[in-house]
C-alpha cells in the first residue's frame, strides 16, 4: 500500500490546526511506520509546506529541524512534464490539486489522503482512493485490524 499526504495534512499535522484532523493524521503516519507502509509527496507539497511554516513563525533552525523530521518519514514523488500535463488536461477546477493527483497516480498510490475532499475527483481508471485522514483510519486502519467504528 502506498500512500500519498495532500500539502494540507502535512500543514494541518505540523500546526495542529483545528480545522484539520491532526491526531488521525498522527496516527496514520504512526500506522504507516509501523506496518512500513510508504507515505509519498509532491515537490511541490514540500515548497508550500515550508512556505506556510516561515509564515506561522517557525524559522532557522526550528524550520530546518521541522523539515528534517517530515521528511524522514515520507517519499518526494518525481513529478515529470506529463504529470503537470495531465493535471492541465484534467477536469480539475484547481490546477495545483491536479497536480498533486496526477502525481499519486502516477506514484501509483492506492490512497490520496487529503483534507479537502471535496477538491478531489477521482477517475476509476486510476486506480486511487481520495479519503480523509479520519476515513482512513476508521474505514481502512480499523477494518484491517477487525474493529468496526
Given amino acids: 500500500m502506498i500512500l500519498f499526504f495532500d500539502t494540507n495534512v502535512l500543514v494541518d499535522h505540523a500546526l495542529t490546526r483545528s480545522t484539520g484532523q491532526a491526531l488521525e493524521i498522527s496516527f496514520i503516519i504512526y500506522w504507516a511506520k509501523r506496518e512500513q507502509i510508504q507515505l ?5 507539497s514540500l515548497y508550500t509546506f515550508t512556505y506556510v511554516l ?4 517557525i524559522r532557522q533552525i526550528e524550520l530546518k529541524d521541522k523539515l528534517i523530521e517530515y521528511l524522514s518519514m515520507v517519499t518526494i514523488a518525481n513529478s515529470d512534464k506529463n504529470t503537470f500535463l495531465s493535471g492541465l488536461n484534467s ?37 486511487i482512493k481520495t479519503i480523509t485522514p479520519l ?15
Wanted: with cysteine; glycine share 6%; net charge positive.
Fill in 40 to 44: 509519498v509527496i509532491s515537490s511541490g
Fill in 54 to 57: 516561515h509564515k506561522q513563525g
Fill in 91 to 127: 477536469k480539475f477546477k484547481d490546477l495545483e490539486d491536479s497536480y498533486q493527483y496526477m502525481t499519486a497516480v502516477q506514484e501509483k498510490c492506492d490512497y490520496l489522503i487529503t483534507s479537502n475532499i471535496s477538491d478531489f475527483k477521482t477517475n476509476k481508471k486510476d486506480n
Fill in 135 to 149: 476515513d482512513f483510519v476508521t474505514n481502512i486502519i480499523g477494518k484491517k485490524k477487525g474493529i468496526d467504528y
